[in-house]
């Protein structure tokens, strides 16, 4: 809903081409970042266990981790 009101003046302001090349890259930024996650997500899993058996074990009910 909020690009009903925001893209028209958007448009008005830089031109239709503008528009789209921006909402172009920065919908492929944010479909690359998937692929960190892809690549390196297992490495940050391991270095963030410990972390998470700490909140883990916090919660109302311990459960083993």
């Not at 448009?11 to 944010?30: K, P």
């Not at 997500?41 to 916090?58: D, H, L, M, N």
């Amino acid at each position: 809903m909020i690009f009903v009101f925001a893209l028209t003046p958007w448009i008005e302001s830089v031109g239709m081409q503008n528009v789209f090349i921006t909402i172009t890259v920065l919908g492929t930024v944010v479909l690359l970042f998937c692929f960190v996650f892809i690549f390196y997500g297992k490495s940050f899993r391991v270095r963030t266990a410990s972390r998470y058996r700490y909140f883990a074990e916090r919660q109302f009910e311990a459960r083993r981790v």
